[in-house]
């Protein structure tokens, strides 16, 4: 384990050159990484350590890498987690943000683009300046500096990007907002995926929001809402 001004972060891979090379990109970025390379090592260690985020390979020996996190969402842990998988297809991406991932990468991939999405899931988990006003509509109200939401007086448990992505829509009702537009506005870049993430978070969001799913409503052929 190493230190860093940034925070820990833990990395769950099994491929040990690829760990490797995470390690060396999150710590040149000033994070302090910890590395296992298997999933119950992995879940003990999130538990342990309470990192800033996790870097977590869908393939792993043991537990993979979306039990952990479904255990972790179980234990009421919303840590940022990043998913990396080598199977480039949509179940796999869709199942680890429906067990509360917050995004993922393909492998080949990037270490700078890693690096990036984590240093964005951290700096939206921190939550913004207080100075953000707590935002209202219909029974959903979003409180910014707190990082929390609620319906009709009842706390919501988001992940961080779910929390973005809903308080970029409150932010401005009646405003709609296409796919790629809420891909560079909450995550904060343009995801060489696609836009389907934007869909699959929209659809946990509604899930969570239960009645007041129709807060967010979809605009065929252009994006989504917020809309009393």
Sequence with gaps: ??????????????????????????TRDGFGVHVEHDGAAGLAAARRLRPVACVLDIALPGLEGTEICRRLRADGDWTPVVFVTARDDEVDRILGLELGGD????????????????????R?????????QVR?????????????????????ALTSTEFDLLGHLLGRPGRVFSREELLSGVWGYAAHQGTRTVDVHVAQVRAKLGAAAGVIRTVRGVGYTADA
């Design 136 to 156: 209202t509509l219909g029974a959903v109200t979003l409180d910014p500096a707190r990082r929390r939401v609620t319906v009709d007086g009842v706390p919501l």
């Design 103 to 122: 995004d993922y990468v393909t492998k080949p991939f990037s270490p700078r683009e890693l690096v990036a999405r984590v240093r964005a899931l951290v």
């Design 1 to 26: 384990m190493t230190a860093g001004s940034k925070g820990l972060v833990l990395v769950v891979e099994d491929e040990r050159p690829i760990a490797d090379l995470v390690r060396l990109y999150l």
């Design 124 to 132: 939206r988990a921190n939550g913004p300046a207080e100075a953000e």
